[in-house]
């Protein structure tokens, strides 16, 4: 029990965010009305007061009820459960673009007058402005303050449930996450062990600062367990139970209540459903086509004419890959080596003698990959996705590492979830390579349109940084 009594201070558990709730409410209804009065001035010119509270009295009330019953039946002010900013992101805008589809049904069905539909563009496009600016700026103000980190408490398991428990909080938490110590009476290596079994209960007690509890299994009866969730709930501690039979889903699970009764299934990735194709799509046509239209001509002519003074051979390299599907392709890049005779054999590495100076400077500045656009709006290609390896690596790789072919479910990208978590370069160590598939597998099972741009985001900043491209 002296070990419990130094880890923790009684009486220091805080509540949760009421007044952040409460702020985050109050402004949500502030700025939506407040979007929707200035389109009305951009649009109609000025509105006065009469008018106000008459001409537009059903459109303020639909506005602000429709939004507290979408906000409402969606948990939209949870703030017990801390997600990932893009997953927040998400959210509100799927939020947003239901309130649209009632507002516009209200009007054109129930009252069959249609307002100005510039009005209702411009009203959204500032309303999902103005909210999605407030979001990103109470994050980083929580991050900052620490409101945003998630202390977490573990009770049972093996080493490798923890290992994979604490890799699964920092990708859902955005490295948000910290794992205050575990309960059982076997110690694991770079895990502290705050007690056994029977220590829980009397550190509950104390009010320790923690968010939640996972539960693996354990020597506590089902008794023992309940009366910690009693003493838990109080707190605001939210308590899990991680199954033993998730281990036999190692790209994820889901859970389905069939009765008293929890099932799980092997999770559908994001990705597997036609609407997130047809959205992800959409958007690589949009960026490959104006990176197509606007930029590829000029970078073909300048960096053209640099390739071809400093080397003989051609401007764009060309060279099969594998695919969706692990389906073949041909990836385009401008050349970065000279001419040889193993560039589908031998990786390059940071010193290669293959490489020219003016390939040296397209590698760095990822100068060399934008040709893949055009793969891209050919369909080989993703913007964003697992980068696409050379066939004989593939080869390689899938016979040493577990899951690898399970990164061929979606098309390669220009940039990934990898690469922006500096997994870039040469993989000549084993190790590395694994790493980069298990981030590339993350990518897969946890897929949204805000994630994508994260990793654009992050692609353009590393590059305008100096990082190191990748391969």
């Given at each position: 029990?002296?070990k419990?009594?130094?880890?923790?201070?009684?009486?220091?558990?805080k509540?949760?965010?009421?007044?952040?709730?409460?702020g985050?409410?109050?402004?949500?209804?502030?700025?939506?009305?407040?979007g929707?009065?200035?389109?009305?001035?951009?649009?109609?010119?000025?509105?006065?007061?009469?008018?106000?509270?008459?001409?537009?009295?059903?459109?303020?009330?639909?506005?602000?009820?429709?939004?507290?019953?979408?906000t409402?039946?969606?948990?939209?002010?949870?703030?017990?459960?801390?997600?990932r900013?893009?997953?927040?992101?998400n959210?509100?805008v799927?939020m947003?673009?239901?309130?649209?589809?009632?507002?516009?049904?209200?009007?054109?069905?129930i009252?069959r007058?249609?307002?100005?539909?510039?009005?209702?563009?411009?009203?959204?496009?500032?309303?999902v402005?103005?909210?999605?600016?407030?979001?990103?700026?109470?994050h980083?103000?929580?991050?900052?303050?620490?409101?945003a980190?998630?202390?977490?408490v573990v009770?049972?398991?093996?080493?490798?449930?923890?290992?994979?428990?604490?890799?699964?909080?920092?990708f859902?938490?955005n490295?948000?996450?910290?794992?205050?110590?575990?309960?059982g009476?076997?110690?694991?290596?770079?895990v502290?062990?705050?007690?056994s079994?029977?220590?829980?209960?009397?550190?509950?007690?104390?009010?320790?600062?923690?968010?939640?509890?996972?539960?693996?299994?354990?020597?506590?009866?089902?008794?023992?367990?309940?009366?910690?969730?009693?003493?838990?709930?109080?707190?605001?501690?939210?308590?899990?139970?991680?199954s033993?039979?998730?281990?036999?889903?190692?790209?994820?699970?889901?859970?389905?209540q069939?009765?008293?009764m929890?099932i799980?299934?092997?999770?559908?990735?994001?990705?597997?459903?036609?609407?997130?194709?047809?959205?992800?799509?959409?958007?690589?046509?949009?960026v490959?086509?104006?990176?197509?239209?606007?930029?590829?001509?000029?970078?073909?002519?300048?960096?053209?004419?640099?390739?071809?003074?400093?080397?003989?051979?051609?401007?764009l390299?060309?060279?099969q890959?594998?695919?969706?599907?692990?389906?073949?392709?041909?990836?385009?890049?401008?050349?970065s080596?000279?001419?040889?005779?193993?560039?589908d054999?031998?990786q390059?590495?940071?010193?290669?003698d293959r490489r020219?100076k003016?390939?040296?400077?397209?590698?760095r500045t990822?100068?060399d990959?934008?040709?893949?656009?055009f793969?891209?709006f050919?369909g080989?290609m993703?913007?964003?996705?697992?980068?696409?390896?050379?066939?004989?690596?593939?080869?390689?790789?899938?016979?040493?590492?577990d899951?690898y072919?399970i990164r061929?479910?979606?098309?390669?990208?220009i940039?990934?979830?990898?690469?922006?978590?500096?997994?870039?370069?040469s993989t000549?160590?084993?190790?590395?390579?694994q790493?980069?598939?298990?981030?590339?597998?993350?990518?897969?099972?946890?897929w949204?349109?805000?994630l994508?741009?994260?990793c654009?985001?992050?692609?353009?900043?590393?590059?305008?940084v100096?990082?190191?491209a990748?391969?």
């Amino acid at each position: 029990m002296n070990k419990i009594n130094k880890t923790i201070r009684p009486g220091t558990k805080k509540m949760a965010h009421p007044k952040h709730r409460v702020g985050l409410i109050i402004s949500d209804f502030i700025f939506f009305n407040l979007g929707f009065l200035i389109a009305g001035r951009i649009i109609y010119g000025r509105i006065g007061s009469t008018e106000l509270y008459t001409t537009h009295l059903p459109l303020f009330l639909v506005v602000n009820l429709a939004w507290l019953l979408i906000t409402t039946q969606s948990k939209a002010y949870d703030w017990l459960g801390k997600v990932r900013m893009e997953l927040r992101l998400n959210k509100l805008v799927k939020m947003i673009f239901f309130h649209f589809n009632v507002v516009v049904f209200f009007y054109y069905v129930i009252l069959r007058s249609l307002p100005d539909l510039w009005f209702f563009l411009l009203a959204y496009l500032l309303v999902v402005v103005v909210m999605v600016a407030s979001r990103i700026c109470i994050h980083y103000y929580e991050k900052k303050k620490g409101h945003a980190l998630t202390r977490y408490v573990v009770v049972g398991g093996g080493q490798k449930n923890l290992a994979d428990l604490i890799d699964a909080f920092s990708f859902a938490f955005n490295g948000n996450a910290r794992l205050v110590g575990r309960f059982g009476d076997t110690q694991y290596k770079e895990v502290q062990n705050i007690g056994s079994y029977k220590d829980l209960k009397p550190y509950l007690q104390q009010w320790p600062t923690i968010d939640q509890i996972v539960f693996f299994h354990s020597k506590l009866s089902v008794k023992e367990e309940q009366e910690i969730l009693k003493i838990a709930e109080p707190q605001f501690i939210r308590a899990f139970v991680a199954s033993r039979a998730a281990a036999l889903f190692p790209r994820g699970y889901v859970g389905r209540q069939r009765g008293d009764m929890l099932i799980m299934g092997l999770r559908e990735e994001p990705l597997m459903r036609l609407r997130n194709r047809f959205t992800k799509r959409i958007f690589d046509l949009i960026v490959s086509g104006a990176v197509m239209l606007f930029l590829l001509p000029i970078m073909y002519i300048v960096i053209g004419f640099l390739i071809k003074r400093e080397s003989p051979g051609p401007i764009l390299f060309k060279q099969q890959r594998s695919g969706y599907g692990n389906e073949v392709f041909d990836i385009w890049k401008f050349r970065s080596l000279r001419v040889n005779d193993n560039s589908d054999t031998v990786q390059v590495t940071k010193n290669d003698d293959r490489r020219t100076k003016i390939g040296d400077f397209l590698r760095r500045t990822s100068l060399d990959e934008f040709p893949q656009f055009f793969n891209v709006f050919l369909g080989n290609m993703s913007i964003v996705g697992p980068r696409p390896h050379m066939l004989k690596h593939t080869e390689e790789y899938a016979a040493l590492i577990d899951h690898y072919m399970i990164r061929h479910k979606i098309k390669p990208g220009i940039t990934g979830w990898a690469q922006v978590n500096n997994l870039r370069g040469s993989t000549e160590e084993l190790w590395k390579m694994q790493k980069r598939v298990d981030y590339d597998v993350r990518y897969l099972e946890n897929w949204s349109l805000l994630l994508d741009l994260r990793c654009v985001w992050r692609t353009v900043f590393d590059v305008l940084v100096g990082e190191e491209a990748a391969n």
